[in-house]
């Protein structure tokens, strides 16, 4: 047996768990972004924010309810003629597009490891 290939096994067959660790890391970055971006008017909605497991990764999620029952997080964010007192449209697309190089340097570095 050649020396290290066991070892090198091991690391091939983490990477993987090492690639789940840095969208972890990755959707902490966009989510830390977008918090600041998040339109205000009572303050739910940037209170909903969360990043979340879920089967196959992670998810950022906003969701806030109108009195009438619908989601409006959505709507808040797609929405580009709303003249917003603090926030903006667009809020996790935003944080997604100004963090490319470090969303991808979160995950090299974890499979690195």
Do not use: C, W
């Not at 998040?38 to 909605?45: I, S």
């Not at 449209?89 to 963090?99: G, T």
């Amino acid at each position: 047996m050649v020396k290290g290939l066991a070892e090198l096994q091991s690391q091939i067959n983490n990477i993987p768990n090492k690639t789940m660790k840095g969208i972890e890391k990755a959707m902490g970055i966009i989510y830390d972004d977008s918090q600041p971006r998040v339109p205000v008017d009572t303050g739910a909605l940037k209170r909903s924010g969360i990043v979340e497991q879920v089967d196959k990764g992670y998810k950022i999620k906003y969701h806030s309810e109108s009195p009438s029952g619908y989601n409006y997080a959505v709507i808040q964010h797609e929405n580009t003629s709303f003249n917003h007192k603090v926030g903006q449209a667009k809020y996790l697309e935003d944080a997604i597009k100004s963090n490319m190089d470090k969303i991808e340097q979160a995950i090299v570095e974890e499979v690195v490891k």
